[in-house]
């Protein structure tokens, strides 16, 4: 069997890094997406390969990445995101603030899985996996707040069930997975699971999905969570 291969964003930290030593030790072709070369120190001594992409810059995103699409992909982690700090309250966000964080987390995922997507044809099925948040659910917000990441993330699982519908009759899977709350420079020093252990977790959530689960909003055990 050849070997399998992976692209992740957001892997200069947190669960991205996570998972790519995940990858990496299960003998994965595993291609990094970072933001800039400033955090990539220690991620150089494990891949010698990475690709530079800032996720606010999407008139740069396809030409930087498309090139990784020209190759049989079999799975896409979508994990850069970023948690709008400037724009947590309706009552005084930052409009610029929000702006970036809906490029971060909806619209470069987005601007990025296309262009992998020929790639990912070739995966049969390619798995296209973008990581969302239970703050994303609309029916569970009870709380307010988080304006930006909410309002981006839950248009992020909007992307999915779009994408999934236009991509049915094709190897595909599109998927939002949460997953869960992780000790992170995002999730803090209070959460409960190590960024390891969520990125063993999502490795599982990848290799257990099939076609049935396109298009659904999941948590990494395969249970569907309200939109
Ligand atoms: N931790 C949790 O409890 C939790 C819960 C639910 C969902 N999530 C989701 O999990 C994902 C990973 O978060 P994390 O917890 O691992 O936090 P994290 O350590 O803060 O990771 C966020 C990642 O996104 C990257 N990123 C931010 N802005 C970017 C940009 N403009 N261009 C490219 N990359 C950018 C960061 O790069 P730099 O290293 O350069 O900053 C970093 O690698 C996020 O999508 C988050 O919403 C996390």
Redesign the pocket.
Known sequence: MSVRRVVI?????????ALVDTYCNLGWDVLPI???KN?DAELAAVRRTYVV????KLNELHDRVAWIGQEKLDVFFG?????GRRAFRFSDFDVDAWLETLK??LL?PAVIARALLPGLRLGRPGRCIF????NASIGKNTRGEMLGYRTS?SALNQLVRTMAIELENEELIVTAV?????R????GAS?PTS?EWAAYRLYRFSEGLRKEHSGRFLSVEHHDIPY
């Open positions: 964003t957001g892997a200069s930290s947190g669960i991205g890094r970072v933001r800039d955090g992409a800032d996720h606010t994990v850069a995101g970023d948690f971060i987390n470069a990581v969302s948040t239970g993330k949460d997953p869960g709350w992780v992170t420079k995002m999730g959460a960024p």
